[in-house]
């Protein structure tokens, strides 16, 4: 699997992109910097979208990418863009966001041939997506947030990402039953270690709180991490080199790109 960083931040800032992944040119993980980060063309080729809760930082671009591929679906020319998530969540972008008050419901829009569908995901069970598998597993933090693991053309190609995370055993738990070892973690570290009562409250996490996370698995994956808050970032990075040790891991940036 090919993943490219669109965004990865905790914070809208000049140089710092929202929270956004592309997996093999045309599935995003989440859609917080989609429309400024690719061109029309790149856009086009977006087949399907997970989305791990309905933040705004984590949605935002589904409204401004369906906006600027309406042009390809007037003439039936493509299938729409799916988006997946758990049930809860896909209601919660029809209710408050894609509602005709908000922005325009592109789910029905143009009538005879809609830019998007929602894809509804059970929690734990597969589901197929442009070559690649991916499960949903529930977190802890916003109503019905749920990390993703996605697998390539075999088990060992397997990336897990949490998502927007609190501390979370029921996930850490789902990694263990996989049926070969999850190597790669995409998790997040929001917070410095001093705002710990803040992050627990918001369903985030330290680099204290992950260390004791990542301890839930009995073996250390490659932890790639992003969603530092931008104001705290140096000392969150500081806290990191100490929380980490004995972990092999990387401060995701954008731009970047992977293979898995």
């Not at 197929?128 to 109503?143: E, F, R, T």
Request: with cysteine.
């Amino acid at each position: 699997m090919k993943l490219s960083v669109l965004g990865c931040s905790g914070s809208d800032l000049p140089g710092h992109h929202l929270t956004s992944f592309l997996v093999n040119e045309h599935i995003l993980l989440d859609a917080g910097s989609v429309t400024s980060n690719l061109s029309l063309d790149e856009q086009a080729a977006i087949t399907d979208i997970f989305v791990t809760h309905a933040h705004l930082d984590h949605i935002k671009d589904i409204l401004f990418l369906a906006d600027n591929l309406i042009e390809f679906f007037g003439h039936h020319t493509r299938p729409p863009v799916n988006i997946h998530g758990l049930p809860d969540v896909l209601d919660a972008i029809s209710t408050h966001l894609l509602n005709d008050t908000i922005w325009p419901d592109f789910t029905v829009i143009p009538a005879n041939s809609p830019v998007l569908t929602y894809m509804p995901m059970p929690a734990r069970t597969l589901v197929s997506a442009g070559g690649i598998k991916v499960a949903a597993c529930p977190v802890n933090h916003a109503k019905c947030a749920s990390g993703f693991v996605l697998w390539g053309q075999d088990e060992d190609e397997a990336l897990a990402y949490t998502g927007d995370t609190g501390p979370s055993p029921e996930w850490w738990d789902f990694l263990t039953t996989m049926p070969a070892t999850v190597k790669n973690v995409i998790t997040e570290a929001s917070f410095p270690n001093h705002l710990e009562e803040l992050a627990t409250i918001s369903k985030h996490l330290t680099p204290k709180l992950l260390r004791r996370e990542l301890e839930r698995l009995p073996y250390r994956p490659k932890v790639y991490i992003y969603h530092m808050k931008a104001p705290f970032s140096e000392q969150i990075q500081e806290e990191l080199h100490l929380a980490m040790d004995g972990y092999s891991y990387h401060l995701l940036r954008e731009g970047e790109t992977f293979d898995f």
